[in-house]
């Protein structure tokens, strides 16, 4: 298998770098302190490109494959996880859901908006009773005529309050439970459909995070996305490619976690040299330099499996479990490296440890991936 990145790749990679450190890292640990969310950085990242890299040109998309998505979400998680969450979640979820499942007509409507940034795509299936067991979901979606009428709610929603256009899974028929929910299109501002924003949250800090409440929401029968009743089929294969994206994130925040710790241990002195000296230092770094270069070869084989149409489930879980771990392990051991100003806002490996505790939580908890992992082993 070639990992060698194509011409294409390669620039994009480098403009990816280049926007993260001028437009991001300057910013990330303010942002961070006051829990804002970039609207103007987002704009500017929609400008080259990054909130349609999957999305074909025909909408006004990139085009591009999921090695460009692993590319770019390094990049961007070395300089920030918040700001990288958005662009994953944009790219992967609502935009990814309506770019597979959708049809002709919610395509030309929706994508394009969502393609260049204009508008922001929230992706709702956590509920406050149910995350892991999708078949606990509480949302009901009533047909009467040609409208289905939505009631319930959705819990911990990127770009919950900042978003404008919503893919939302609710149960269709109880009876089938995770085989009777179906997916819907909610653009903001429809009637009793609203929206309240989450802060105090560990990490991730300025990425937005909301609830949704749906009271006797009319939807047409039109914003339907995909079959009816097929709505949580199609989330595995949506899961599947957002478990590669995040994966990509904790690539970045290991990397970030490596390159501080290389920077702070080669400029760090005690007991006349630098510290990077230290046996105990040296064994830190190696570990984190291993986990960096086997979370990303992880990623990238599920990224490349996913673009030759080879299944991807067992190895996306393992890419993000992984990944999400050595995250952890990573910003932990930067913390140590740093010492006590490890644990300050004086540098960012704090924040890449408070980040990369998401990761192991969102898109599927790492119990879920180790289940999935396992269940695909034992089978054979």
């Known amino acids: 298998m070639d990992f060698e990145l194509n011409e294409d790749q390669q620039i994009f990679q480098k403009t990816v770098r280049k926007f993260a450190q001028e437009e991001i ?12 969310f970039p609207y103007e950085a987002v ?21 591009a494959d999921y090695i460009s998505v692993a ?14 969450l958005t662009v994953a979640s944009h790219n992967g979820l609502c935009s990814s859901h309506i770019n597979l499942f959708g049809n002709k007509r919610q395509k030309e409507k929706y994508l394009p908006d969502l393609a260049s940034g204009k508008k922001l795509g ?27 009428i939505i009631n319930g709610s959705k819990m911990f929603i990127t770009q919950g309050t900042v978003g404008e256009v919503f893919v939302v899974l609710a149960s269709t028929d109880k ?13 903001k501002g429809m009637k009793g459909f609203s929206q309240r924003s989450i802060h105090g949250k560990l990490g991730m800090r300025s990425s937005d995070t909301a609830e949704l409440i749906m009271e006797e929401v009319e939807v047409p029968e039109e914003n339907m996305v995909g079959e ?13 490619r957002g478990r590669i994206a995040i994966a990509s994130l904790g690539v970045g925040i290991i990397r970030g976690s490596l390159e501080e710790s290389i920077k702070y241990a080669t400029q760090r002195k005690q007991f006349g040299q630098p510290i990077a000296k230290f046996q105990a230092i040296e064994n830190m770094i190696a570990e984190m330099s291993c986990q960096y270069e086997a979370a990303r070869n992880l990623t990238w084989q599920s990224a490349y499996m996913m673009a030759y149409d080879i299944p991807i489930r067992h190895y996306s879980s393992m890419a993000k479990l992984y990944s999400a771990q050595a ?5 932990s051991n930067a913390i140590q490296i740093h010492g006590g100003y490890g644990y300050t806002s004086e540098f960012p490996v704090e924040r890449y440890y408070r980040d990369a505790k998401l990761l192991e ?4 908890t790492n119990e879920i991936q180790k289940m999935v992992i396992a269940r695909h082993i034992l089978k054979n």
């Open 361 to 364: 939580i969102g898109e599927g």
């Open 327 to 331: 995250a952890m392990r990573s910003a």
């Open 175 to 187: 009876e089938k439970k995770q085989r009777g929910i179906s997916a819907f299109i909610l653009d």
């Open 122 to 148: 929230a992706w709702g299936l956590t509920e406050p009773g149910s995350g892991s067991d999708a078949s606990g979901v509480k949302t009901t979606a009533v047909k009467k005529g040609d409208i289905y």
């Open 228 to 240: 009816k009743d097929w709505g949580f089929i199609d989330t595995l294969q949506i899961l599947d």
């Open 71 to 84: 590319l770019a979400l390094e990049e961007i998680a070395r300089a920030d996880g918040s700001f990288a």
């Open 25 to 36: 890292t300057p910013h990330a640990s303010q942002w961070d302190r006051e829990e804002t």
């Open 43 to 63: 704009k500017k990242a929609a400008a080259i490109g990054l909130m349609g890299i999957t999305i074909s040109d025909e909408y006004g998309g990139a085009g």
